[in-house]
């Protein structure tokens, strides 16, 4: 079950307060991924607030909970945040974000045990690869709760995504529900002109998958999508969500460019966002 079940308007409250966070975390070290984190904040939001069975008394084997994997680490400022504010952790030690021997690194490690975290990730493309065999390892303790993992669509360049698909429809592994952040861009540019990924829900279901779509930035529109990836589990096929987002969501001056994949905003545009994503009762760190 999940801890907090949060209404609509309390979800929309929470991610304004994880943005906050993102961009003082990136502002504090000037160094950071902000662009993908706030695109992403409704999803985990949605995860962590809604959706997902779990404790915050953290095991390793998570047995008996649904686990969640980031492939796509780099984006650890909004997964930190989630945590903290889920209560994982003291949201306090959201200000050593980068720091020298703190535990929550640019791209997140497993080696100081932050609660939440199972796997170190950030080398792009690996993060299906153990999500399914976390979901396999469920399969075979005879626990009945699911597996998510997210990948960022840029990503989806790496080989070894395409290998852990094959190997998720061919074993049906159904137990698991990917999700692809869509947002068309990347370090270097939009995917199209990069790498144009073409018509992934035709390659996913090619590949096997049982495949919706959903948009990420409005949670009127994620959580239905996810309701329905939870009820299309348990059917031979793997699912995926393929999830519109919008990178630097919240922030107008990030919104929509790749230039914000990995900078950090400076004083006077610190103060710009914070301004933007104001909440009823901030609790800022």
């Known amino acids: 079950m999940n801890p907090h079940n949060l209404s609509i308007e309390e979800l929309k409250q929470t991610a304004a307060q994880v943005r906050r966070d993102i961009v003082r975390m990136v502002h504090a070290v000037?160094?950071?991924?902000?662009?993908?984190?706030?695109?992403?904040?409704?999803?985990?939001?949605?995860?962590?607030?809604?959706?997902?069975?779990?404790?915050?008394?953290?095991?390793?084997?998570?047995?008996?909970e649904d686990l969640f994997f980031l492939s796509n680490g780099h984006i650890s400022p909004v997964w930190y945040s989630v945590l903290a504010r889920a209560g994982f952790f003291d949201v306090k030690e959201l200000a050593t974000f980068r720091k020298l021997d703190s535990r929550l690194q640019g791209h997140p490690t497993t080696h100081e045990g932050l609660p939440g975290v199972r796997i170190a990730s950030g080398s792009l493309g690996q993060g299906l690869s153990a999500a399914v065999g976390a979901a396999q390892a469920k399969k075979l303790n005879k626990d009945n709760?699911?597996?998510?993992?997210?990948?960022?669509?840029?990503?989806?360049?790496?080989?070894?995504?395409?290998?852990?698909?094959?190997y998720a429809a061919h074993h049906k592994v159904d137990n698991l529900i990917a999700t692809?952040?869509?947002?068309?861009?990347?370090?270097?540019?939009?995917?199209?002109?990069?790498?144009?990924?073409?018509?992934?829900?035709?390659?996913?279901?090619?590949?096997?998958?049982?495949?919706?779509?959903?948009?990420?930035?409005?949670?009127?529109?994620?959580?239905?999508?996810?309701?329905?990836?939870?009820?299309?589990?348990?059917?031979?096929?793997?699912?995926?969500?393929?999830?519109?987002?919008?990178?630097?969501?919240?922030?107008?001056?990030?919104?929509?460019?790749?230039?914000?994949?990995?900078?950090?905003?400076?004083?006077?545009?610190?103060?710009?966002?914070?301004?933007?994503?104001?909440?009823?009762?901030?609790?800022?760190?």
């Open 30 to 64: 000037n160094s950071g991924h902000p662009g993908g984190s706030l695109g992403c904040t409704d999803y985990f939001v949605s995860l962590y607030f809604r959706v997902m069975d779990y404790s915050t008394d953290f095991t390793m084997d998570g047995e008996g």
């Open 145 to 166: 709760k699911l597996v998510y993992v997210l990948m960022g669509d840029g990503e989806l360049e790496e080989g070894q995504i395409w290998e852990a698909a094959m």
């Open 180 to 285: 692809v952040d869509r947002n068309g861009q990347q370090i270097d540019g939009s995917t199209e002109e990069v790498m144009d990924l073409g018509n992934l829900r035709a390659k996913f279901e090619a590949f096997g998958w049982h495949v919706l779509e959903a948009d990420g930035n409005n949670f009127e529109m994620l959580l239905p999508a996810l309701d329905d990836a939870k009820a299309a589990t348990g059917k031979g096929k793997p699912v995926l969500i393929l999830m519109d987002t919008e990178m630097g969501f919240g922030v107008d001056f990030m919104m929509g460019s790749h230039k914000w994949h990995g900078i950090a905003p400076n004083d006077e545009q610190l103060e710009i966002a914070l301004q933007q994503l104001a909440v009823d009762s901030a609790s800022d760190y």
